[in-house]
């Protein structure tokens, strides 16, 4: 009897944003080698490595925290082709990936693509030219602010966030000040993804606290 031991891993890159695919099999993890989950921009997602004849040990750059998160998983969950396994941002909670067999992994990511037309539908952007971009980026603009890395300069956390037809605006409570978050090409969303904070800068104060690691928008 063939025994299919193949699955595969559905994540973001941290560098880039791009979710991918790749499809592993069980000769490929060994526990003499490390083996590289690449990006097709050339950024190392992830490596995997056997552990003894039970384990599997899998460590993933998170896109979110950017940090590495390790886990040890049993060999016989790993492999399993029965349900779709998620992979977490251990500091969130908040999902950044999955693992299994192919055709779940196809169908998660479906109804993802499904849920996003109908939020867009539900949000009337049907109409506007990039919906899903632009909803891509509301989605890294929440994520962030549940990290709490969205703020004001002046301090606030509250942030009032308004979609528009290629940008979102983000609006201090407290003080006023706006940022404009462009959402038209893939470069802007690359960009958004690889900064940490999204700070707006204060109307009030001075512009003299940037990092190359806080998304500045317009």
């Given at each position: 009897?063939?025994?299919d031991k193949t699955i595969e891993i559905a994540?973001?890159?941290?560098?880039?944003?791009?979710?991918?695919?790749?499809?592993?099999?069980?000769?490929?993890?060994?526990?003499?080698?490390?083996?590289?989950?690449?990006?097709?921009?050339?950024?190392?997602?992830?490596?995997?490595?056997?552990?003894?004849?039970?384990?599997?040990?899998?460590?993933?750059?998170?896109?979110?925290?950017?940090?590495?998160?390790?886990?040890?998983?049993?060999?016989?969950?790993?492999?399993?082709?029965?349900?779709?396994?998620?992979?977490?941002?251990?500091?969130?909670?908040?999902?950044?990936?999955?693992?299994?067999?192919p055709h779940l992994i196809d169908e998660e990511?479906?109804?993802?693509?499904?849920?996003?037309?109908?939020?867009?539908?539900?949000?009337?952007?049907?109409?506007?030219?990039?919906?899903?971009?632009?909803?891509?980026?509301?989605?890294?603009?929440?994520?962030?602010?549940?990290?709490?890395?969205?703020?004001?300069?002046?301090?606030?956390?509250?942030?009032d966030v308004k979609l528009y037809s290629s940008?979102?605006?983000?609006?201090?409570?407290?003080?006023?000040?706006?940022?404009?978050?462009?959402?038209?090409?893939?470069?802007?969303?690359?960009?958004?993804?690889?900064?940490?904070?999204?700070?707006?800068?204060?109307?009030?104060?001075?512009?003299?606290?940037?990092?190359?690691?806080?998304?500045?928008?317009?």
């Amino acid at each position: 009897m063939l025994i299919d031991k193949t699955i595969e891993i559905a994540l973001r890159c941290h560098h880039c944003g791009r979710l991918e695919k790749t499809k592993l099999n069980i000769f490929q993890v060994r526990d003499d080698h490390l083996l590289d989950i690449k990006c097709s921009c050339g950024s190392t997602k992830a490596r995997i490595k056997a552990k003894s004849d039970k384990y599997v040990h899998f460590e993933y750059n998170c896109f979110l925290c950017d940090e590495y998160h390790r886990r040890v998983i049993e060999k016989d969950e790993f492999w399993s082709t029965g349900s779709l396994k998620h992979l977490k941002c251990l500091n969130t909670g908040l999902e950044i990936g999955y693992y299994g067999a192919p055709h779940l992994i196809d169908e998660e990511l479906n109804k993802q693509k499904e849920e996003l037309k109908i939020l867009a539908d539900e949000l009337g952007l049907n109409d506007y030219q990039e919906p899903e971009l632009l909803l891509e980026v509301f989605n890294i603009v929440h994520d962030r602010a549940s990290l709490s890395k969205l703020y004001c300069e002046c301090g606030s956390d509250d942030i009032d966030v308004k979609l528009y037809s290629s940008k979102i605006e983000l609006k201090c409570r407290e003080c006023g000040s706006v940022l404009n978050i462009s959402a038209e090409t893939e470069e802007q969303l690359n960009e958004i993804k690889n900064k940490g904070d999204i700070v707006i800068k204060s109307m009030n104060g001075p512009d003299n606290n940037w990092s190359d690691n806080k998304y500045k928008g317009e």
